[in-house]
């Protein structure tokens, strides 16, 4: 098959690389505003340049991966769609979630595949936890946490323009604890603070924040954010039934040290960023979509998907703001 590639930045060029390697994808058409970038992939991957996202899908694409910046997200998802093109787009689908409803009515009722980008859905250790509460071998759930903690925050401007933790980092805790229970979010509360980077403080973000989920079967769900961990870049989960528990990220090149006597657990060098952690989960998103192009399986993650997990961004947002419980059919109707 032949995919075109919109957008060649640090992700985007991760992705050209991942497709080029794969045996279902015989060529590649790439295009990003900067030129050279579109070049140096071309130069390296074999592909061909398009000048435009229009050339791309004009060049005979039988599939389109958007990695372009978040602005070009809803556009660039609807004109693959009306061109009868599968397209996988990093999350968010928009920078809104107004703008996020807007893309799904603007592609309802079309038989086009759109799979957005949350990657964790395809890593080892969250497919296994999945199938684990599934199989029913837990027993019934009561508590699940998840956990993600960044080593460092992002630059000024990238906070001034992420619409806030809970929607550009929590995001992802909010999509894997449905994903992998089964379960939908009925009620939230959230509290942050801000220990560090005092300019996030000034963007009116918490650089640290806590969430309690309600799931619909009476799971409680806790959700623990920093933008502030020295030791490395830190993801896991923990899930708890009656009959088992089971974690995800409990592995040696967990960020966390033990001051237990005699204890060497974790032994390995920290993850320290969150392309060493993922990547084998974004190269099977990659191959999950042209499976998805190929016709074989249905998309693994829907704006529908997408835009669950974005309400439960803007519930949070709403409470942490107002320091108070907020439901999921409160910001639905706002």
Same mark, same amino acid.
């Given at each position: ?9 640090? !992700?985007?060029?991760? %992705? ?16 990003? $505003? ?18 435009? $996202? ?19 997200? /809803? ?21 809104? !979630? ?14 086009? /595949? ?38 460092? $925050? ?17 995001? %992802? ?54 933008? %502030? ?25 967990? /960020?966390?040290?033990?001051?237990? /006597? ?7 060098? $920290? ?64």
């Amino acid at each position: 098959m032949r995919i075109g590639i919109l957008g060649l930045g640090r !992700i985007g060029a991760f %992705h050209a690389e991942t497709l080029s390697g794969l045996d279902a994808v015989e060529s590649l058409v790439v295009s990003d $505003p900067f030129a050279d970038a579109a070049k140096a992939a071309a130069e390296r991957f074999g592909a061909q340049v398009a000048d435009s $996202p229009e050339a791309v899908l004009a060049a005979g694409v039988d599939g389109v991966v958007v990695a372009a910046a978040t602005d070009a997200h /809803p556009e660039l998802i609807v004109a693959c769609v009306e061109a009868g093109v599968p397209v996988f787009c990093e999350k968010p689908v928009a920078r809104t !979630i107004a703008e996020g409803v807007e893309v799904l009515k603007a592609v309802a009722g079309r038989d086009v /595949p759109v799979q957005i980008g949350f990657n964790r859905r395809f890593d080892a250790g969250f497919v296994a936890a999945r199938a684990a509460v599934r199989s029913g071998e837990l027993g019934t759930l009561h508590t699940v946490r998840s956990t993600t903690l960044d080593p460092a $925050p992002p630059p000024a401007a990238y906070i001034a323009a992420s619409g806030g933790i809970f929607r550009d980092c929590s995001v %992802h805790d909010f999509d894997i604890i449905r994903w992998v229970t089964g379960c939908e979010v009925t009620e939230v509360y959230a509290a942050g603070g801000n220990r560090g980077a005092e300019y996030i403080k000034e963007a009116g973000d918490a650089d640290t924040t806590g969430a309690v989920l309600t799931l619909d079967d009476g799971t409680l769900a806790v959700v623990s954010n920093s933008r %502030h961990n020295a030791r490395g870049y830190d993801v896991r989960m923990e899930i708890h039934g009656f009959t088992d528990s089971i974690a995800v990220g409990l592995e040696d090149k967990l /960020p966390l040290r033990s001051v237990e /006597p005699g204890v060497t657990f974790p032994a390995g060098v $920290p993850h320290d960023f969150f392309m060493d952690r993922f990547t084998d989960a974004y190269r099977a998103e990659l191959h999950a979509f042209t499976e998805v192009v190929a016709g074989s399986r249905p998309s693994p993650c829907t704006i529908e998907d997408a835009l669950e997990a974005g309400w439960i961004a803007e519930a949070c947002t709403l409470s942490l703001h107002e320091h108070r419980p907020v439901t999921l059919e409160e910001v639905r109707r706002a």
